[in-house]
C-alpha cells in the first residue's frame, strides 16, 4: 500500500509563511487533502482537490501539487493555526484504500 | 447542516469486538456520499478504517480488513463498525467521517467528535 510522509514539525514566525509538504507514489495520480487537528479535536478539512478551500477556512490556506508532493502553505500564519496537519490521498495500488501522511505539527512562534 | 455523532461502550476486552455506531443528523445517509471511519491512538496520527455507501459497498483498509465489517442502517441513518479480535493496539479515538466527492477529488469534510475506545480487560 502506499505512504505519504511529512516532516514530523515545522515552525514560521507569526505572520510569516511556511509551506508543508506530502510526500508519496500516490500523489501523481490523485490529489492530496489537508487537515487541521488541534489539541482535543476533531480534525477540520482546510483543503481539497487542486486547491479549493471550505466555507469558512481563511484564504491564507492554500494547496498545490507537483509530481509526488504535495503542499499546504499558509501564508501569513496566526497564533490559531498552530496545530497538527495531516494529509490523504487514495491508495494508489488500486485497492480503493485510502491513506494518512504521517502528520506535521506546526507552531507559530 | 449535516452532523455526525459517535456512540458505542467505552471499554472493550482483550479479544472481543469492537461496536460503534455513527448516526447521521441533518441530512441523509443516502445522499451521494461515502461514510467513513477513522481511528487515531494516544499521541498518534490518524489512520483510515474504511468506507461505505448507501447501497452497501465497502472499501477497507488491507492492514484491518480480515477484522473489520461496516455496516449501514437506512432505516435509522446511520452506519456502524465493528472491529474483531481487538487488542491494546487498538485503543484509539474513533471518528466518523462523510467523504465529499467530486469529479477530479474527495474529501472527509464533516466528522463525528470522536470516541475513545479503551481496550483492556
Known amino acids: 500500500s502506499s505512504e505519504l510522509t511529512q516532516d514530523p514539525a515545522v515552525s514560521v514566525a507569526l505572520g510569516q509563511t511556511v509551506r508543508i509538504t506530502c510526500q508519496g507514489d500516490s500523489l501523481r495520480s490523485y490529489y492530496a487533502s489537508w487537515y487541521q487537528q488541534k489539541p482535543g479535536q476533531a480534525p477540520v478539512l482546510v483543503i481539497y482537490?487542486?486547491?479549493n478551500r471550505p466555507s469558512g477556512i481563511p484564504d491564507r490556506f492554500s494547496g498545490s501539487s507537483s509530481g509526488n508532493t504535495a503542499s499546504l502553505t499558509i501564508t501569513g500564519a496566526q497564533a490559531e493555526d498552530e496545530a497538527d496537519y495531516y494529509c490523504n490521498s487514495r491508495d494508489s495500488s488500486g485497492n480503493h484504500a485510502r491513506v494518512f501522511g504521517t502528520g506535521t505539527k506546526v507552531t507559530v512562534l | 447542516q449535516v452532523q455526525l455523532q459517535e456512540s458505542g461502550p467505552g471499554l472493550v476486552k482483550p479479544s472481543g469486538t469492537l461496536s460503534l455506531t455513527c448516526a447521521v443528523s441533518?441530512?441523509?445517509?443516502?445522499?451521494?456520499?461515502?461514510w467513513s471511519w477513522i481511528r487515531q491512538p494516544p499521541g498518534k496520527g490518524l489512520e483510515w478504517i474504511g468506507e461505505?455507501?448507501?447501497?452497501?459497498?465497502?472499501n477497507y483498509n488491507p492492514s484491518l480488513k480480515s477484522r473489520v465489517t461496516i455496516s449501514v442502517d437506512k432505516s435509522k441513518n446511520q452506519f456502524s463498525l465493528k472491529l474483531s479480535s481487538v487488542t491494546a493496539a487498538d485503543t484509539a479515538v474513533y471518528y466518523c467521517?462523510?467523504?465529499?466527492?467530486?469529479?477530479?477529488?474527495?474529501?472527509?469534510?464533516?466528522w463525528g467528535q470522536g470516541t475513545m475506545v479503551t481496550v483492556s480487560s
Open positions: 467521517a462523510r467523504i465529499l466527492t467530486g469529479y477530479s477529488h474527495d474529501a472527509f469534510d464533516i
Open positions: 461505505i455507501y448507501h447501497s452497501g459497498s465497502t
Open positions: 441533518g441530512g441523509s445517509i443516502s445522499s451521494s456520499n461515502w
Open positions: 482537490g487542486k486547491n
